[in-house]
């Protein structure tokens, strides 16, 4: 059973609006979330995380919010911009586990 | 719905010693791919591999490492001879053939003392 969840396989946004990456999880035991940004043939690009002890967290464009009763997180991206062209991962973890629950992927297409 | 699996979770070995990370992907997936992320770095690309052999690999992946589809299921990656900088979360991915698709699994810690 999947227990992180990104349901949009892809996401078409206009470049200069807003794009909204959304994420679900099953284990309440996660308690910190993180957001990668993955190119083809890299490796996935961390962008911005958050503790299950807050509910936002902003850096620059990126924020991520965190609504722990619903189990779901998204990330923003606001203004959007053609760079941000990328598949998006959402990963979890929590307790004294130290592997990466991760997400399928959401591919984000920002049109000129 | 299915997930990529990886085992063990964490390993400790010895420097020197030959380590072999398993996954199994998913189970129609096609193409196949080795990660890893040194405590505190980025995530950084390994190897990809299809059709029984690798399709491409990154300037880490030197002749210590190797990998294997030995029985259809399992895809390892295995480490000759580990040295203390091998430690790291390796990850491993599964793709269907679709650009940018991967599904990745949970990662096995490598530490080597």
């Known amino acids: 059973d999947q227990q992180v969840k990104q349901n949009s396989p892809s996401l078409s946004v206009q470049e200069g609006r807003i794009s909204i990456l959304n994420c679900d999880y099953t284990n309440s035991m996660f308690d910190y979330f993180l957001w990668y940004k993955k190119y083809p043939a890299e490796g996935p690009t961390f962008l911005i995380s958050?503790?299950?002890i807050k509910d936002k967290n902003e850096d620059g464009r990126f924020t991520v919010f965190l609504n722990k009763s619903a189990k779901h997180l998204s990330l923003h991206i606001v203004p959007s911009q053609p760079g941000d062209s990328a598949v998006y991962f959402c990963?979890?973890?929590?307790?004294?586990?130290?592997?990466?629950?991760w997400g399928a992927g959401t591919k984000l297409i920002i049109k000129p | 719905e299915p997930e990529v699996t990886q085992t063990p979770s964490h390993q400790v070995t010895q420097m020197g010693q030959e380590v072999i990370l398993r996954c199994v992907p998913i189970?129609?997936?096609?193409?196949f791919y080795w990660y890893r992320q040194i405590l505190g770095q980025k995530v950084e690309f390994l190897v990809s591999?299809?059709?029984?052999?690798?399709?491409?690999k990154s300037e880490i992946f030197d002749d210590q490492f190797s990998v294997e589809r030995p029985d259809g299921s399992n895809f390892t990656l295995k480490i000759r001879s580990t040295k203390l900088e091998d430690s790291a979360m390796y990850f491993c991915a599964s793709g269907g053939g679709l650009a940018d698709e991967q599904y990745f699994g949970p990662g096995t810690r490598l530490t080597v003392t």
């Open positions: 958050i503790s299950s």
């Open positions: 189970s129609n997936h096609l193409y």
């Open positions: 591999f299809y059709n029984n052999e690798i399709s491409e």
């Open positions: 990963a979890a973890t929590g307790g004294s586990n130290y592997q990466l629950i």
